[in-house]
């Protein structure tokens, strides 16, 4: 008789994909696809930001009242509170005081990817760097074999200029694989100076919206 087939649970489609602060990148992908399949303007907002409907005055445009929308610009500014909603919702409690703060979708999703896309963009790097040091020093322990077994075999001038070449194509090759570690790591280094700025810039946005707040009062 054969044996009963077992399959595992596959996500549910009723609910949004949940995130501990692991594996950003993979819910970020899937929280895209679940949002697109509710409402692709829920996920416009979430991209570009709310709908905020605007009336000239004095011959410029200002933030039209609340109390003026049309019911079809009440639908669109509905969309932001709803995409608010999912990814509170999907978040856990660590997560949710960081984005707490925001004031909307678009801020929630930034601040999550600029926290979280730098970290596991750097921990990719790091685990690149540590192969290729062991692909290098794996490489670097044949090669010392094959050249001890050659200086054996031969003690030629032609075996010299061989040897002479081979080190040289491996110093070149460790050359260009320092380089582009580097480069890696100058471009990881830009991301996260942007991301230090876009966290100065908020502190300084929350700081001057505390002061204008004990102001009013």
């Known amino acids: 008789m054969a044996g009963k087939l077992s399959f595992e649970e596959g996500a549910s489609i009723n609910k949004p994909p949940s995130f501990c602060g692991l594996n950003y990148k993979y819910w970020e992908a899937r929280m895209k696809i679940f949002v697109e399949s509710i409402d692709q303007g829920i996920w416009d907002s979430i991209e570009n930001g709310p709908f905020i409907p605007k009336l000239k005055k004095n011959g410029s445009f200002i933030k039209k009242p609340w109390s003026q929308w049309t019911n079809e610009e009440c639908k669109m500014g509905k969309l932001d509170c709803i995409a608010h909603n999912i990814i509170a919702s999907a978040v856990d409690s660590n997560e949710f005081f960081r984005i707490s703060e925001c004031k909307s979708a678009k801020e929630i999703w930034d601040t999550l990817k600029a926290t979280h896309r730098n970290i596991t963009e750097s921990k990719e790097v790091k685990t690149r760097s540590q192969a290729r040091r062991k692909r290098?020093?794996?490489?670097?322990?044949?090669?010392?074999?094959?050249?001890?077994?050659?200086?054996?075999?031969?003690?030629?001038?032609?075996?010299?200029?061989?040897?002479?070449?081979?080190?040289?194509?491996?110093?070149?090759?460790?050359?260009?694989?320092?380089?582009?570690?580097?480069?890696?790591?100058?471009?990881?280094?830009?991301?996260?100076?942007?991301?230090?700025?876009?966290?100065?810039?908020?502190?300084?946005?929350?700081?001057?919206?505390?002061?204008?707040s004990k102001n009013r009062f």
């Open 136 to 212: 290098r020093q794996n490489r670097k322990s044949l090669n010392l074999c094959f050249m001890i077994k050659k200086e054996d075999d031969s003690s030629s001038v032609s075996s010299s200029n061989s040897s002479n070449t081979e080190n040289y194509s491996q110093l070149l090759q460790a050359f260009q694989e320092t380089h582009e570690e580097a480069s890696q790591l100058a471009l990881l280094n830009n991301r996260l100076k942007g991301m230090n700025n876009w966290l100065e810039n908020r502190v300084k946005a929350l700081e001057e919206e505390l002061e204008n």
